[in-house]
């Protein structure tokens, strides 16, 4: 039980991943057994690179929103975060792997919204091992300035996903209000406010 207590929020983020994954084991099953060379097989590839891309961006926004949500109501949990941030990277870099097995390493390179995401994925590279207790003891001060590249890493994810003209105005509004809230005068009026 008290295990259950100490990792209930890795826990929760893992169960919310692997409900995840199905859709996009469903789709990658489907690419499989129909042939990734045939018209239906290259469909389902291509469909599984745009649900781990949604993905991966949902979980970046959900961990941007987790200091804002501190601030508004209190309630904060490092390690939950901390989990949030390893799910984005994984998500990421599954979005990135399937993308080359539909087009191919090379088109990586091809276009600026794919360059971009690209060196989104490389910086989540260093950010997704260094994400633990251990590295947090090893690299003190220095761990909080190697995790806030992720701040570029979601820009240059919003990036990728505005000139693929997908669904990036949500997820902007949602980054940007989180922002917002991180303001030193509106964070401290909200927190005044809350303890009143």
């Known amino acids: 039980m008290q295990f259950l207590k100490n990792n209930y929020g890795w826990l929760l983020v893992i169960l919310v991943g692997i409900l995840a994954l199905l859709p996009l084991y469903?789709?990658?099953?489907?690419?499989?057994?129909?042939?990734?060379?045939?018209?239906?097989?290259?469909?389902?590839?291509?469909?599984?690179?745009?649900?781990?891309?949604?993905?991966?961006?949902?979980?970046?926004?959900?961990?941007?929103?987790?200091?804002?949500?501190?601030?508004?109501?209190?309630?904060?949990?490092?390690f939950v975060r901390q989990a949030m941030g390893i799910a984005t990277?994984?998500?990421?870099?599954?979005?990135?792997?399937?993308?080359?097995?539909?087009?191919?390493?090379?088109?990586?390179?091809?276009?600026?919204?794919?360059?971009?995401?690209?060196v989104a994925i490389l910086i989540l590279i260093p950010l997704l091992f260094t994400s633990n207790r251990k590295s947090m003891k090893l690299l003190k001060k220095k761990w909080k300035k190697l995790q806030s590249l992720v701040y570029v890493a979601i820009f240059l994810s919003l990036l990728h996903v505005f000139i693929l003209e997908k669904t990036w105005l949500i997820y902007a509004i949602i980054v940007s209000v989180g922002f917002i809230v991180r303001i030193p005068i509106i964070k401290n009026k909200i927190i005044q406010y809350r303890k009143k």
Do not use: D
């Not at 057994?33 to 979980?59: C, D, N, P, Q, V």
């Open 26 to 78: 469903s789709m990658l099953n489907s690419a499989i057994s129909e042939g990734l060379l045939t018209t239906e097989g290259k469909k389902a590839l291509e469909m599984s690179y745009h649900i781990s891309g949604e993905f991966s961006i949902r979980w970046m926004t959900a961990v941007l929103t987790c200091t804002p949500f501190f601030i508004l109501f209190g309630v904060q949990n490092l």
């Open 89 to 118: 990277a994984v998500w990421s870099i599954l979005h990135f792997v399937i993308f080359i097995v539909a087009e191919g390493f090379l088109e990586t390179f091809t276009q600026v919204n794919y360059i971009v995401g690209f």
